[in-house]
């Protein structure tokens, strides 16, 4: 790791990057494509010293509250977090100025800051988005080797769901030839069900690669998965968008199944979902004494 001091936190659209860097290992990461502009090896974190500082300073002159997020880019309990505190602390200040909050991740450490999710939950809405890409276990230590099983994730869920956290799952990327099988997406939606997630993101069958993060996979691909780099190679040269051939199929199977269960998995209205503020306590100074006995 090393410690940068930074002259801003939040983005246009109120969101964050506590830490710049991962150290999960997913094989297929898009962050660390080149376009980022990230000017230190990837596993290196860039621990923003001042980030809680700026929130605060950033939190106090907001006219209107709002949706903070974090966790799109790098994840916020990566495994310095357990040593650093930083997301807490910024999790924290939103608690403390009433805003809401949407946290991504992959890591069952979330768990720590439940009494924090649910504390702004009662004043606002916290969502937590949670990433599941493979079901089965062996794979998943096999592409994502440095983060919690897909088990544990899904366990995580759970316990969001018995807390009324609302949950948000992220069912991306879907690598083709590898774990793009209808056994698989059916297996991720079996636990999507049970822990009755809010939402499914779903951009597709498939991954994005770039440059940085395409020779990275590559690299990987040859280590893991013999003559697949090849075929990778000839199906799609150097395109951007890598789908899968089972996409229609599979997208199909994923709407039906989130229709008939009540998940939403339009991705507009997920996203609608994820930035929509709620004030809980306007609504219920809303609520005048004796006014649910009016229809009586």
Same mark, same amino acid.
């Given at each position: 790791?090393?410690?940068?001091?930074?002259?801003?936190?939040?983005?246009?659209?109120?969101?964050?990057?506590?830490?710049?860097?991962?150290?999960?290992?997913?094989?297929?990461?898009?962050?660390?494509?080149?376009?980022?502009?990230?000017?230190?090896?990837?596993?290196? =974190?860039?621990?923003?010293? $001042?980030?809680?500082? @700026?929130? *605060?300073?950033?939190?106090?002159? /907001?006219?209107?509250?709002?949706?903070?997020?974090?966790?799109?880019?790098?994840?916020?309990?990566?495994?310095? *977090?357990?040593?650093?505190?930083?997301?807490?602390?910024?999790? +924290?200040?939103?608690?403390?100025?009433?805003?809401? @909050?949407? =946290?991504?991740?992959?890591?069952?450490?979330?768990?720590?800051?439940?009494?924090?999710?649910?504390?702004?939950?009662?004043?606002?809405?916290?969502?937590?988005?949670?990433?599941?890409?493979?079901?089965? #276990?062996?794979?998943?230590?096999?592409? *994502?080797?440095?983060?919690?099983?897909?088990? #544990?994730?899904?366990?995580?869920?759970?316990?969001?769901?018995?807390?009324?956290?609302?949950?948000?799952?992220?069912?991306?990327?879907?690598?083709?030839?590898?774990?793009?099988?209808?056994?698989?997406?059916?297996?991720?939606?079996?636990?999507?069900?049970?822990?009755?997630?809010?939402?499914?993101?779903?951009?597709?069958?498939?991954?994005?690669?770039?440059?940085?993060?395409? +020779?990275?996979?590559?690299?990987?691909?040859?280590?893991?998965?013999?003559?697949?780099?090849?075929?990778?190679?000839? /199906?799609?040269?150097?395109?951007?968008?890598?789908?899968?051939?089972?996409?229609?199929?599979?997208?199909?199977?994923?709407?039906?199944?989130?229709?008939?269960?009540?998940?939403?998995?339009?991705? $507009? +209205?997920?996203?609608?979902?994820?930035?929509?503020?709620?004030?809980?306590?306007?609504?219920?100074?809303?609520?005048?004494?004796?006014?649910?006995? @009016?229809? +009586?």
């Amino acid at each position: 790791m090393h410690e940068t001091e930074v002259k801003g936190i939040l983005s246009a659209q109120n969101g964050m990057n506590i830490y710049r860097g991962c150290t999960h290992g997913c094989i297929y990461c898009d962050s660390r494509s080149k376009c980022y502009q990230m000017h230190h090896d990837f596993e290196d =974190i860039e621990v923003k010293i $001042n980030a809680a500082e @700026l929130l *605060e300073d950033a939190l106090r002159r /907001k006219r209107k509250k709002c949706i903070i997020g974090t966790g799109a880019m790098s994840d916020p309990y990566i495994h310095l *977090e357990e040593k650093l505190g930083n997301t807490r602390k910024c999790i +924290e200040l939103i608690h403390h100025y009433g805003f809401g @909050l949407a =946290i991504q991740t992959k890591s069952a450490r979330i768990l720590r800051d439940l009494e924090l999710f649910k504390k702004i939950n009662e004043k606002s809405k916290c969502v937590v988005q949670m990433t599941l890409t493979t079901y089965d #276990e062996a794979l998943n230590k096999v592409i *994502e080797p440095n983060v919690s099983t897909t088990r #544990e994730r899904f366990e995580a869920l759970k316990i969001m769901r018995d807390n009324g956290i609302p949950t948000v799952v992220w069912l991306s990327p879907v690598l083709p030839f590898i774990n793009d099988t209808e056994e698989n997406i059916l297996g991720i939606l079996d636990y999507c069900i049970e822990a009755k997630v809010h939402g499914i993101i779903c951009f597709g069958i498939g991954l994005t690669l770039r440059e940085g993060n395409r +020779e990275y996979f590559y690299k990987k691909l040859d280590e893991h998965f013999p003559g697949m780099k090849g075929r990778y190679i000839e /199906k799609y040269g150097y395109a951007y968008q890598v789908s899968s051939p089972n996409n229609g199929k599979l997208m199909s199977m994923v709407k039906r199944i989130c229709r008939s269960h009540g998940i939403l998995c339009d991705i $507009n +209205e997920c996203f609608s979902y994820l930035h929509k503020f709620e004030d809980k306590n306007e609504y219920e100074q809303l609520m005048l004494p004796g006014l649910d006995k @009016l229809g +009586e």
